[in-house]
């Protein structure tokens, strides 16, 4: 008898602990194509977490850091489970609190500096109460350019009429 009672005691004291809600720490980075990370020179990129089933947002906010290291992001080959971030790179930190495996779509657009060029990227990770996603964390990649016309200006008129018209046209273009 006295083993049944502890047996089952023991049992709903694991049951309601499982149901208690576990703070979770999401790391989520914008990695732009062969590029760099979106940060805080390119006005961040807005990360938006969301319970893939219900819809609802778990937590939302911008990246902020620095693009990262360039010898380790473009010179270096990067090399299976090694890291690409450091404690300066850009990134969106969050603690979740969840009581279950949830289903998370992780929603980046950006640059949030750029927005003719901001794009939006997604994945889905399954986000588990307790264990946290730190480190380099959840990347996301993000296709794009940022394309900034330098010249002419929208102010400026440009006369088209003639049968040879040219038009000069400087631009600054930069990966996102």
Do not use: C
Not at 19 to 36: F, G, I, N
Not at 122 to 149: A, C, H, N, R, Y
Not at 152 to 158: F, G, I, L, S, V
């Amino acid at each position: 008898m006295k083993k049944s009672f502890l047996a089952v005691f023991t049992a709903l004291f694991m049951l309601a602990a499982i149901s208690e809600a576990s703070s979770t720490k999401v790391v989520v980075r914008a990695l732009a194509k062969d590029a760099k990370f979106i940060g805080a020179s390119m006005g961040g990129a807005l990360v938006i977490i969301r319970n893939s089933e219900t819809g609802e947002i778990l937590s939302k906010g911008l990246t902020s850091g620095g693009t990262g290291n360039t010898d380790v992001l473009m010179k270096t080959p990067i090399r299976r489970h090694s890291s690409v971030t450091d404690e300066k790179t850009a990134k969106f930190e969050t603690t979740i609190d969840i009581s279950e495996p949830v289903l998370a779509t992780i929603e980046v657009s950006g640059p949030q500096g750029h927005k003719q060029a901001s794009i939006k990227s997604s994945t889905q990770v399954w986000l588990i109460p307790g264990k946290d996603i730190t480190g380099d964390g959840i990347v996301v990649e993000m296709p794009g350019f940022v394309v900034d016309v330098m010249a002419p200006q929208a102010h400026d008129d440009t006369n088209l009429n003639d049968t040879e018209a040219s038009v000069q046209i400087k631009a600054k273009i930069v990966m996102l």
